[in-house]
């Protein structure tokens, strides 16, 4: 389900929310870091790509599943919450895990950016808290 106020010029797009999330899931998923890393705000793509570096995720990381439960835009229409069911394996373990995963999207410059995490194979860089 997605909902939102009124859209605004120079505000976020409902329409074009779904794609964003759905791109940066899409391309996490197939190890498309470079391009994932694109869709995340720019104060903090070094240090996703440093991570997936650092965590060997191009050949340990698995993304086996994803599935956009839910995304609404705030009041403001510049923020935007998405709530997505993934599944995902870290070699070595090849023990599965699924997390329920709070993304926060801020609207810059005519796009949908990933700001944030809480949870899934990506909270420790992308942490809300950060």
Same mark, same amino acid.
């Given at each position: 389900? $997605? /909902?939102?106020?009124? *859209?605004?010029?120079? #505000?976020?797009? !409902?329409?074009?929310?779904?794609?964003?999330?759905?791109?940066?899931?899409?391309?996490?998923? @197939?190890?498309? &870091? =470079? %391009? +994932?890393?694109?869709?995340?705000?720019?104060?903090?793509?070094?240090? &996703? $790509?440093?991570?997936?570096?650092?965590? =060997?995720?191009?050949?340990? !990381?698995?993304? *086996?599943?994803?599935?956009?439960?839910? +995304?609404?835009? #705030?009041?403001?229409?510049?923020?935007?919450v998405?709530?997505?069911?993934?599944? @995902? &394996?870290?070699?070595?373990?090849?023990?599965? #895990?699924?997390? *329920?995963?709070r993304?926060?999207?801020?609207?810059?410059?005519? *796009? @949908?950016? !990933?700001?944030?995490?809480? %949870?899934?194979? &990506?909270?420790?860089?992308? /942490?809300?808290?950060?």
């Amino acid at each position: 389900m $997605l /909902s939102a106020c009124a *859209t605004l010029k120079g #505000q976020g797009d !409902l329409e074009l929310l779904k794609p964003a999330i759905e791109n940066f899931h899409q391309r996490a998923r @197939w190890k498309d &870091f =470079r %391009g +994932a890393a694109e869709l995340v705000v720019p104060e903090k793509r070094a240090a &996703f $790509l440093a991570a997936r570096e650092q965590l =060997r995720d191009d050949k340990d !990381l698995n993304i *086996t599943d994803y599935s956009l439960e839910d +995304a609404t835009i #705030q009041p403001n229409l510049t923020e935007a919450v998405a709530v997505t069911r993934v599944s @995902w &394996f870290r070699l070595p373990s090849a023990s599965e #895990q699924s997390a *329920t995963v709070r993304s926060r999207f801020v609207w810059r410059d005519g *796009t @949908w950016l !990933l700001d944030g995490q809480d %949870g899934g194979p &990506f909270a420790t860089e992308l /942490s809300l808290g950060k």
